[in-house]
Nanobody, 115 residues
Framework: QVQFVESGGGLVQAGGSLRLSCVVF????????IGWYRQAPGKQRELVAD???????SYKDSVKGRFTISRDNAKNTVFLQMNSLKPEDTAVYYC?????????WGPGTQVTVSS
């Protein structure tokens, strides 16, 4: 069973930055597409950014120009650099495969942006 372990969340003021990390256990980050997802209270989980096996990247429209997804094959880690954070970015952030079937979802990492 592949495990995704997220970290790097926290409380930040609007306009601030955070860098999330996702370490993959049981597979390699370059094996398949990997995505960063988020789920805000009362809302469905949504895909924020993903990076394909070949390195192609896509973003949710609302984070384009502010978030950057990257991959470090040597560290088996996928990152999400989040700049110019807004209160509406507040959510629990998860990583997983970029498409179903998904591995079990971990606890994620909480990102809270204060106004």
């Amino acid at each position: 069973q592949v495990q995704f372990v997220e970290s790097g969340g926290g409380l930040v003021q609007a306009g601030g930055s955070l860098r999330l990390s996702c370490v993959v256990f049981g597979s390699t980050v370059s094996a398949y597409a990997i995505g960063w997802y988020r789920q805000a209270p009362g809302k469905q989980r949504e895909l924020v950014a993903d990076i394909s096996r070949s390195g192609l990247i896509s973003y949710k429209d609302s984070v384009k120009g502010r978030f950057t997804i990257s991959r470090d094959n040597a560290k088996n880690t996928v990152f999400l650099q989040m700049n110019s954070l807004k209160p509406e970015d507040t959510a629990v952030y998860y990583c997983n495969w970029g498409y179903s079937p998904f591995s079990s979802w971990g606890p994620g990492t909480q990102v809270t942006v204060s106004s």
